[in-house]
């Protein structure tokens, strides 16, 4: 077992070398060695490609320190993170220390680093295992002791805080005990001079062009989140390759390089109705337009902004020449009201501030729709329908408002789709006799048996370990009071469809304003694209009822071991009784604002007392007086409802916050 004799290595000596062999990142090198060097825990935050793993196993290459590596997934488990007895052995001659098969974990306390890649992957009772190690320095195995940890141990984490696919919340218990260093992308110079040394490449334009099209994919606004300069590394590699094979056009080396590269790496925004490709295509245009990103394959003739037959010249988006618009657009501009040039919509244009229009003077657009019907019906299937649908509901024809309907539906449930598989359910793990395909062996506690039974068989005693899935719902309480009109409704709609996608059967769906229905029961089958167009249809009336909508949602899930509510409202209450106390039989109640929250000053006073009548504990809770309890809950209403349902609030204003406000709530 390792021990806590040892003298622990400095490294801070080592910082010349480690800074010889990685590209900049100065900074972060000297806090990475000084956090290390003071005896700290540490997870490293930052997106894919941002050198996390590079630094660390340089570190360790360079001080010759144990580097053990766990990838961070839904499957590991303490044992595997531990380790476990060997069953042979010990069924031979019983449990000895030397037949315990070290885990990870285990292995980097006798003196080393435990480097866990995607840690936000790990389900929490494996992340609960290192609040001992990291803490106390030592873990206890049972029927091998204490091993305490070796001066040298470190845990180091890393994450993709942007990833919410598959991943789960740490626990606060873990990140108390961790330094966080976040790493950001490198400047265009730093990330050129990695390309260089990774490819061997000495095609300088080469290199220039395929770390500005990677840079720009991380700026665009129809990419959440960018590719990291391994897009750069591989897309010099294909094109060196590519002109090996003899391809001599390099715009045509160059496009067929950067979708192979770079088109997997880029995560596109759920809101946009483009593919990747057409994206890139348009990045690439813009980047070869510029004076200083110019590449011949050959050193002469070919240029990347000629085409086939060397004609060069401006291009327009999707690498087509730039054209005037024909005789039918030049119709269709004339139509137009006066001084209306922006609102024009071309095919391959899409329709220029129609959103700010629609805000200002939707009367108008809606004057123009009904007057051109071609493009009206192009306008309402484009991805603004969402926007426009709320503010031209009730003054667009039926045929429009049918079509506009139909098309936001499908949207909205193409968007869910995107974001529903958020949150990783990973259940609770138990040990059970019968075996499934996706259960292992549990090892310890199958030998137990084994050994308690002799004469017995082997298969007769398997223990296996499962997970048993949370017994937990969710309902989403949506508000169709009078001011839930305009984009409001669509953010509903979104909510509901998204949450639909997520929990398949276990959810409900309540709709109310001055009272509360529901839309759809917690075992009562809708399909998504139903309840959005429900949900699309609601006329906007009456007041804001929460505490209804609250009892009813309640209501629906009251038989989960686990209940979860969503509250999507644009305002306080201003009917029915206080939500507060339905508010706390919620596990979690997470509230998504669709209005900037008023902040109670003046009558906070007055407020806060209405809202302590039922709850004393709170008003004059221990070590608090009345004045830090006021100042604590000095805020919206709907926030306090937040708190009190210990959920997640945030805010959102437009149809793209809002994937991100669910997710929050998925992962809470």
Request: hydrophobic fraction near 35%.
């Given at each position: 077992?390792?021990?806590?004799?040892?003298?622990?290595?400095?490294?801070?000596?080592?910082?010349?070398?480690?800074?010889?062999?990685?590209?900049?990142?100065?900074?972060?090198?000297?806090?990475?060695?000084?956090?290390?060097?003071?005896?700290?825990?540490?997870?490293?935050?930052?997106?894919?490609?941002?050198?996390?793993?590079?630094?660390?196993?340089?570190?360790?290459?360079?001080?010759?320190?144990?580097?053990?590596?766990?990838e961070g997934n839904v499957d590991l488990t303490p044992s595997k993170l531990v380790g476990h007895f060997n069953p042979a052995k010990v069924m031979a001659d019983d449990y000895k220390e030397e037949y315990f098969e070290k885990g990870p974990l285990t292995l980097a306390m006798e003196g080393g680093i435990l480097y866990i890649d995607e840690f936000n992957r790990m389900p929490p009772d494996t992340g609960n295992v290192l609040i001992t190690a990291v803490e106390d320095a030592e873990i206890h195995i049972p029927r091998y002791g204490v091993v305490n940890a070796h001066p040298l141990f470190?845990?180091?984490?890393?994450?993709?805080?942007?990833?919410?696919?598959?991943?789960?919340?740490?626990?606060?218990?873990?990140?108390?005990?961790?330094?966080?260093?976040?790493?950001?992308?490198?400047?265009?110079?730093?990330?050129?001079?990695?390309?260089?040394?990774?490819?061997?490449?000495?095609?300088?334009?080469?290199?220039?062009?395929?770390?500005?099209?990677?840079?720009?994919?991380?700026?665009?606004?129809?990419?959440?989140?960018?590719?990291?300069?391994?897009?750069?590394?591989?897309?010099?590699?294909?094109?060196?390759?590519?002109?090996?094979?003899?391809?001599?056009?390099?715009?045509?080396?160059?496009?067929?390089?950067?979708?192979?590269?770079?088109?997997?790496?880029?995560?596109?925004?759920?809101?946009?109705?483009?593919?990747?490709?057409?994206?890139?295509?348009?990045?690439?245009?813009?980047?070869?337009?510029?004076?200083?990103?110019?590449?011949?394959?050959?050193?002469?003739?070919?240029?990347?902004?000629?085409?086939?037959?060397?004609?060069?010249?401006?291009?327009?988006?999707?690498?087509?020449?730039?054209?005037?618009?024909?005789?039918?657009?030049?119709?269709?501009?004339?139509?137009?009201?006066?001084?209306?040039?922006?609102?024009?919509?071309?095919?391959?244009?899409?329709?220029?501030?129609?959103?700010?229009?629609?805000?200002?003077?939707?009367?108008?657009?809606?004057?123009?729709?009904?007057?051109?019907?071609?493009?009206?019906?192009?306008?309402?299937?484009?991805?603004?329908?969402?926007?426009?649908?709320?503010?031209?509901?009730?003054?667009?024809?039926?045929?429009?408002?049918?079509?506009?309907?139909?098309?936001?539906?499908?949207?909205?449930?193409?968007?869910?789709?995107?974001?529903?598989?958020?949150?990783?359910?990973?259940?609770?793990?138990?040990?059970?006799?019968?075996?499934?395909?996706?259960?292992?062996?549990?090892?310890?506690?199958?030998?137990?048996?084994?050994?308690?039974?002799?004469?017995?068989?082997?298969?007769?005693?398997?223990?296996?370990?499962?997970?048993?899935?949370?017994?937990?719902?969710?309902?989403?309480m949506l508000d169709h009071s009078y001011s839930m009109r305009g984009l409001k409704n669509s953010m509903a709609a979104l909510t509901a469809a998204t949450i639909a996608l997520h929990f398949k059967q276990d959810y409900g769906v309540v709709v109310f304003s001055t009272n509360a229905r529901v839309l759809k029961g917690i075992h009562q089958h809708k399909p998504p694209t139903l309840i959005a167009d429900e949900i699309l249809s609601l006329e906007p009336t009456g007041y804001t009822n929460i505490h209804e909508a609250l009892q009813m949602g309640i209501g629906q899930i009251k038989g989960?071991?686990?209940?979860?509510?969503?509250?999507?409202?644009?305002?306080?209450?201003?009917?029915?009784?206080?939500?507060?106390?339905?508010?706390?039989?919620?596990?979690?109640?997470?509230?998504?604002?669709?209005?900037?929250?008023?902040?109670?000053?003046?009558?906070?006073?007055?407020?806060?007392?209405?809202?302590?009548?039922?709850?004393?504990?709170?008003?004059?809770?221990?070590?608090?007086?009345?004045?830090?309890?006021?100042?604590?809950?000095?805020?919206?209403?709907?926030?306090?409802?937040?708190?009190?349902?210990?959920?997640?609030?945030?805010?959102?204003?437009?149809?793209?916050?809002?994937?991100?406000?669910?997710?929050?709530?998925?992962?809470?």
């Amino acid at each position: 077992m390792a021990s806590k004799g040892r003298k622990e290595l400095s490294l801070l000596r080592y910082y010349g070398k480690i800074k010889s062999r990685i590209v900049a990142r100065t900074a972060e090198i000297k806090n990475i060695l000084a956090t290390l060097d003071a005896g700290r825990h540490l997870i490293l935050e930052g997106a894919p490609g941002t050198t996390k793993s590079t630094i660390l196993r340089t570190i360790t290459e360079v001080c010759q320190i144990p580097f053990y590596v766990v990838e961070g997934n839904v499957d590991l488990t303490p044992s595997k993170l531990v380790g476990h007895f060997n069953p042979a052995k010990v069924m031979a001659d019983d449990y000895k220390e030397e037949y315990f098969e070290k885990g990870p974990l285990t292995l980097a306390m006798e003196g080393g680093i435990l480097y866990i890649d995607e840690f936000n992957r790990m389900p929490p009772d494996t992340g609960n295992v290192l609040i001992t190690a990291v803490e106390d320095a030592e873990i206890h195995i049972p029927r091998y002791g204490v091993v305490n940890a070796h001066p040298l141990f470190r845990v180091i984490c890393a994450q993709n805080p942007f990833d919410d696919v598959g991943t789960m919340r740490i626990s606060r218990a873990i990140y108390d005990r961790l330094c966080r260093i976040r790493l950001d992308y490198q400047s265009e110079e730093e990330e050129q001079e990695i390309v260089r040394r990774k490819t061997g490449c000495t095609d300088e334009n080469l290199i220039k062009i395929a770390v500005r099209v990677t840079q720009e994919t991380r700026f665009h606004k129809e990419i959440k989140q960018g590719a990291s300069v391994r897009g750069a590394m591989d897309m010099v590699a294909v094109a060196l390759r590519l002109r090996e094979i003899g391809e001599r056009n390099a715009r045509e080396i160059l496009t067929s390089a950067m979708l192979s590269a770079v088109s997997g790496k880029a995560w596109l925004l759920e809101t946009t109705d483009r593919t990747a490709e057409a994206i890139l295509q348009e990045i690439l245009n813009k980047v070869l337009s510029q004076p200083d990103m110019k590449w011949d394959p050959d050193g002469e003739g070919s240029s990347p902004d000629q085409d086939e037959e060397g004609n060069g010249g401006a291009q327009g988006p999707g690498g087509r020449r730039a054209e005037h618009p024909g005789p039918e657009e030049e119709q269709e501009r004339e139509g137009m009201p006066e001084d209306w040039e922006e609102l024009y919509y071309g095919p391959s244009d899409g329709p220029l501030n129609l959103k700010r229009m629609v805000r200002a003077s939707p009367e108008k657009v809606a004057e123009y729709l009904h007057s051109h019907r071609a493009t009206a019906e192009q306008i309402l299937q484009s991805t603004d329908v969402l926007e426009l649908y709320g503010h031209l509901r009730d003054i667009l024809d039926p045929e429009l408002i049918e079509i506009a309907r139909r098309y936001a539906s499908r949207l909205i449930v193409k968007l869910a789709s995107q974001i529903a598989n958020v949150g990783m359910k990973t259940g609770n793990l138990y040990r059970r006799k019968g075996e499934e395909a996706w259960d292992e062996i549990e090892i310890d506690a199958t030998l137990e048996r084994i050994i308690d039974s002799p004469g017995s068989r082997i298969e007769e005693n398997l223990m296996f370990l499962a997970r048993r899935p949370e017994q937990k719902a969710c309902v989403v309480m949506l508000d169709h009071s009078y001011s839930m009109r305009g984009l409001k409704n669509s953010m509903a709609a979104l909510t509901a469809a998204t949450i639909a996608l997520h929990f398949k059967q276990d959810y409900g769906v309540v709709v109310f304003s001055t009272n509360a229905r529901v839309l759809k029961g917690i075992h009562q089958h809708k399909p998504p694209t139903l309840i959005a167009d429900e949900i699309l249809s609601l006329e906007p009336t009456g007041y804001t009822n929460i505490h209804e909508a609250l009892q009813m949602g309640i209501g629906q899930i009251k038989g989960y071991e686990k209940k979860i509510g969503i509250l999507l409202t644009d305002g306080d209450w201003n009917c029915g009784e206080n939500p507060i106390p339905v508010a706390r039989m919620f596990n979690s109640l997470h509230v998504i604002g669709l209005e900037e929250p008023l902040k109670v000053e003046e009558d906070h006073f007055e407020l806060t007392y209405r809202y302590f009548d039922s709850r004393s504990d709170v008003i004059r809770p221990v070590g608090w007086g009345v004045e830090e309890t006021l100042r604590r809950y000095q805020g919206s209403r709907i926030e306090m409802l937040a708190r009190e349902g210990r959920g997640h609030f945030c805010y959102v204003q437009s149809i793209k916050e809002v994937p991100l406000a669910i997710t929050r709530c998925l992962t809470a």
